[in-house]
């Protein structure tokens, strides 16, 4: 082989190893980025999660003034009121932080969690929407909603990127 060979094979390989460490350097960036989303989802839905148990608990066994419900804008008028709060508040979403701190260190519960607090937050923000549409009810404008279509937004566009690389993250 001729010298110009030999320097355009090596400018070519040169040029795959950076093509290559940029791709990789990005994949590691997106993994990154997925597990911290996963993180501070986890550690969001885990607070609120226990949150709602605990108020629900002071509220019976105290004098509590409910800070969660109050929150929330609800109140309890009876006694399945408590458990309603502590169960679907409480423990619905201490299912979705579990779920999302598990995904951190496992891939395919990763992604199962993207998914599923994409579905949610969706639907909710979806529901709030259309419950504004009725008469005489408030707009679905608030720091709640903006919260929920954050996430759908950020979560379409992990699964978008997971979808395109095919990579394990």
Do not use: Q
């Not at 929150?71 to 008028?77: C, K, R, T």
Request: hydrophobic fraction near 50%.
């Amino acid at each position: 082989m001729s010298f110009s060979h030999v320097d355009l094979i090596l400018n070519l390989t040169e040029n795959y190893i950076i093509a290559i460490a940029i791709t990789f350097t990005e994949d590691v960036h997106m993994i990154l980025l997925i597990r911290f989303y996963l993180f501070f989802m986890g550690i969001t839905y885990l607070l609120i999660g226990v949150w709602a148990i605990l108020d629900s608990y002071l509220l019976v066994n105290t004098d509590f003034t409910s800070s969660f419900m109050s929150a929330v804008g609800l109140s309890v008028i009876s006694d399945i009121g408590y458990s309603e709060i502590a169960g679907l508040y409480g423990g619905l979403n201490l299912g979705i932080g579990s779920v999302c701190i598990i995904g951190i260190f496992k891939e395919d519960i990763g992604i199962f969690g993207i998914k599923l607090l994409t579905l949610l937050t969706g639907s909710i923000a979806s529901g709030r929407i259309i419950s504004s549409l009725l008469p005489n009810m408030p707009t679905f404008y608030n720091s709640f909603f903006i919260f929920e279509v954050c996430a759908v937004i950020i979560g379409l566009w992990l699964l978008n990127f997971l979808n395109k690389s095919k990579s394990n993250y």
